[in-house]
């Protein structure tokens, strides 16, 4: 991509005090009159570069405008690279590393040194994921509308948005833009998601409202409940909920308080737990889910007879 390119470019420069046009031509891969116009694009965009012919001639940054090649530490770097990784790990491709590389000229230390942190954002669905990640993406760069079938507990329906932020948040990828539908801002979870498409249609950028990401304004909690829990799943009630949630009983369980958002989330976690966890309040919701489990064990039995 151009930018990648001119940032590579910028760089290198501020690194070396001068370069030459083939030798940028070779390092990106591109023809020397492309490497005329980046240095071009450069000086417009208000950077003075500076060529000079002659046998130790080349391309410099104007003397006195040079920054300071040492505001980037290379423990800045390491970190840089850890997230950019990351962002590799989407969609199987080493993009973002190719990029550090070029940020990284005349500090390859930073590359080659010992790794002390591994991000992987990949997902068991990437097959289909990263299409979608990748369509989005270039439509929030392009203003273009996106259109997409969607699933969700309330039902199913086409929906067609504004899209302004890809949000990877709760272990899963999410897509936040205006919604025509419903006339307002929304979250899309990518995974119920299908027929995804750009349609090709410009929009013109709103003025975005300040967002509260947290997992409480996002879906908020409505139902307080107490369950009652053998000792045996204290390991996944602090993975899923810290130690701070449940409390231990003197008969050896565990009494365990949390908000769910509706009684579809709170059913099937419970049930996922099957017969380590029992469901003491609110009572309304003890009642139903005995109902449940009696529907279920009498569709059960009519099977086996």
Known sequence: ???????GILSILLQQ??????????????SRRTINRDVEDICKAGIPLVTTQGQNGGISIMEGYRLDKTLLTSGDMQSILAGLRSLDSVAGTNRYQLLMEKLSVGSRDVLTSNDHIRIDLSS?????????????????????????RYYSPRGEGEREIEPY???FQWSSWYVWGYCRQRNDYRMFKLNRMDSLRDTGEKFDKRQLPDCDWSPRRIYPASIHVKVRCAS????????EYGVECFTEQEDG????????????SLYGWLLSFGEQMELLEPEEL?????DMFGRMQRRYQKETE
């Open 124 to 148: 068991w669905y990437k097959s289909a994921l990263a299409p979608k990640i990748e369509r989005i993406q270039n439509a929030i760069e392009a203003c273009r509308l996106i259109s997409f």
């Open 286 to 290: 003890r009642k139903e889910l005995a």
């Open 1 to 7: 991509m151009k930018i990648d390119r001119l940032i």
């Open 165 to 167: 932020l890809l949000i």
């Open 253 to 264: 369980f565990l009494l365990f308080e949390s908000d769910f958002v509706d009684r579809n």
């Open 232 to 239: 045996g799943m204290k390991w996944r009630l602090i993975e």
């Open 17 to 30: 005090d001068k370069v030459t046009a083939p030798y940028l031509a070779e390092k990106f891969e591109v």
